[in-house]
């Protein structure tokens, strides 16, 4: 998944006001943030899971650091990009940086579709150089609904783009299964494609209907201030506050885990024993790996969504963690066993179970974070939770697929003891840390 992906969380909320003489944007206007963002994310799901699968196609001998290093990409570029962006958008605007994005989302993706039909690595590896560059526009669509919204609707606003991703990843694979050309042979062209004209839609109507929300008065502060690119103060302030450190080691082992199992899953499915693929019991067609991904999407969604948005109101964030990691030691245990018995009802079972537990564990440890941030400082932390989060998903995909090519069960069974030894220190922290006093309003 994206790196920004928002997350509900339950920790108290930053001191923030308008910008004077602001006008807000209207109900429609956040609507058609959102249709943009799903839109565009849409292209992002079809594409994910049959990367690895394309890399294969065009080199039976690809080794799996340079598997991994493609699907680490997108998120090195966004972890570059998203504070320029971020930074760009506080002095032009947020509508024009969107903009940009979502035509670097066209550009990308098409380039995404000449590669397969040329079989050209290079080619591949530069469509997802630039569409990690186009995706770190996200924050930036977060920054809109923080312009256009109060703070007693800003965690309905930040819904929104929690909504759109989700949905994004859950049906842009099912979209993606529609525009394989052949499930057997190679997927081809069509999820690039499909993906570019999907982007070209959202960019009309983001030209068309999106209004821009940050004021004039915003813009002109924002030059005042000049903020730096890389602030390492922040790091400082967060490391220095009680037990925020074992919550951020937390997160990154956490979320490497499941960056190391998503990025490695397709060709899990897809392998057979010839030499163009990872030698695997499965022999999934390319729309049946889709198809997973789309059950992976929807079960995500319906636990996050459903069952954890209500729990989160009855237990703490300690034991909803605890929840979280035992399914996970379950599900990453139960597709080691899959793998043995080269079972696939045992793998969508365990995949289920490894999912919910994502579900979990991500929101719980978001809300840590926030509610042990000192509210004056709570931006900043929230930035670095960020960037670990970041370093985790570049890192994952490299190490995962690295250990697939050696031995099937090595990232299953690194990420089933990363996940043990992050629920750990999560328990560790609750121990030591305590919750600032939320900030009077």
Known sequence: MPDSMPEFTNGPEPEITQPAGMTEPTRGSLMVLF???????LGFGMVLPLLPNYARQFDSHMSGWMIGLLMSIFSAMQFLFAPFWGMLS??????????????????????????????SLVLLFISRIGAGIAGATIPTAQAYIADSTTLKGR??????????????????????????QNENDAPGPG????????????????????????????????????????????????????????????????????????ATL?????????????????????????????????????????????LSTKINETSLTTIGTISQIIGFGGMLAAIHLESVGVLFTSLFFVVSGFSFITPALNSLIS????????????????????????????????????????PYLLALVLIAVGGGLVLLAGRQGKDFPAVEK
Do not use: H
């Open 266 to 310: 397709s060709l899990l499915l897809k392998g057979t024993s010839n030499d163009r693929t990872v030698a695997t019991g499965f022999n999934f067609t390319y729309g049946q790996v889709l198809l997973t991904f789309t059950f992976i999407g929807f079960s995500l969604l319906v636990v996050q969504g459903g069952l954890v948005r209500r």
């Open 155 to 180: 965690a309905r606003g930040m819904a929104l783009i929690g909504a759109a991703f989700g949905l994004g990843f859950t049906f842009g694979p099912l979209f993606g299964y529609f525009a394989v």
């Open 90 to 119: 506080d002095r032009i605007g947020r509508r024009p940086v969107l903009m940009v994005g979502l035509s670097g989302s066209v550009v990308s993706y098409s380039l995404f579709a000449y590669a397969s039909l040329e079989q």
């Open 371 to 410: 509610r042990r941030s000192d509210p004056a400082q709570q931006g900043r932390i929230l930035g670095v939770s960020q960037s670990v989060n970041s370093l985790a998903r570049i890192l994952g995909p490299l190490v995962g697929n690295i250990l697939l090519v050696k031995q099937l069960n090595l």
């Open 191 to 262: 999820p690039g494609y499909a993906a570019a004209i999907l982007s070209a839609v959202a960019l009309v109507l983001a030209f068309f209907y999106l209004r821009e929300s940050l004021s004039r008065e915003s813009r002109d502060q924002s030059l005042a201030d000049r903020r730096r690119w890389w602030d390492g103060s922040s790091w400082r302030v967060a490391l220095a506050t009680p037990s925020m450190g074992l919550l951020l080691i937390s997160t990154f082992v956490c979320i490497f885990a499941f960056a190391n199992f998503e």
């Open 35 to 41: 249709l943009v963002v799903f839109i565009d994310l």
